[in-house]
């Protein structure tokens, strides 16, 4: 089945020590993003790339970085995490910018000890 | 600043009956409308979608936009226990913009 995968689930990372999360997709859509969400908080867009073109919201701080080396994979990579770092990271995907519809990955829990 | 805004709740009903959630988004410039469902721990998913006025039904849900009130909501038909949820609203044309999300929580 067509689908969007996050891996790993769960994360597990010290305070100050680089991480990186992964998101792959079987559906061939041009449009990824990565979400951040808090508990009991809305899913913030941090950023997306539509195709190669990489957009970052002007509220993302420079800590999250982001990769898409092809049209499959698309890797958030946290530099430095912080305690208020510690969230669901979650992966979506759409055939076009205006969507129309976003499909999400299972997320990847991430804990800063 | 782009805000969506829901009713956190907790909405409870009993089940059987027709849950109403609701949300008010700020950009009248947004063509699309959508509406997730997020069990604990677990990413969203999609249910209903809506692009134009009125209401669009499928199955047990309907979708009813407005949007010269600037207004969309969701009704439940015949709620059920596996329906306990949070419900995000989530409204946009390039970008999507969520609300907080409504818990729901139906009782058996």
């Known amino acids: 089945d067509a689908m969007v995968i996050q891996n790993p689930r769960y994360q597990v990372t010290q305070f100050g020590k680089p991480v990186t999360l992964s998101c792959s997709q079987t559906?061939?859509?041009?449009?990824m993003y990565w979400y951040q969400q808090k508990s009991s908080q809305a899913p913030k867009l941090l950023f997306h790339?539509?195709?190669?073109?990489?957009?970052n919201e002007a509220d993302t701080p420079d800590n999250f970085q982001s990769r898409r080396p092809n049209t499959s994979f698309c890797f958030l990579d946290i530099r430095s995490p912080g305690l208020g770092d510690a969230a669901m990271y979650l992966c979506?995907?759409?055939?076009?910018?205006?969507?129309?519809?976003?499909?999400f990955g299972p997320g990847t829990r991430l804990t800063v000890l | 600043q782009k805000e969506v805004e829901q009713n956190s709740g907790p909405l409870s009903v009993p089940e059987g009956a027709i849950a109403s959630l609701n949300c008010t988004y700020s950009?009248?410039?947004?063509?699309?409308f959508f509406w997730y469902r997020q069990y604990s721990g677990k990413s969203p998913e999609l249910i209903m979608f809506?692009?134009?006025?009125g209401d669009k039904e499928d199955g047990r849900f309907t979708a009813q936009l407005n949007k010269a009130s600037q207004y969309v909501s969701l009704l439940i038909r015949d709620s059920q226990p596996s329906d306990s949820a949070t419900y995000l609203c989530?409204?946009?044309?390039?970008?999507?913009?969520f609300g907080t999300g409504t818990r729901l929580t139906v009782i058996p």
């Open positions: 790339y539509y195709d190669k073109d990489f957009n």
């Open positions: 559906l061939n859509h041009n449009v």
């Open positions: 809506i692009y134009s006025n």
């Open positions: 979506a995907t759409s055939r076009t910018l205006q969507g129309p519809e976003q499909f």
């Open positions: 950009d009248r410039g947004s063509q699309s």
């Open positions: 989530a409204v946009g044309a390039n970008n999507l913009f």
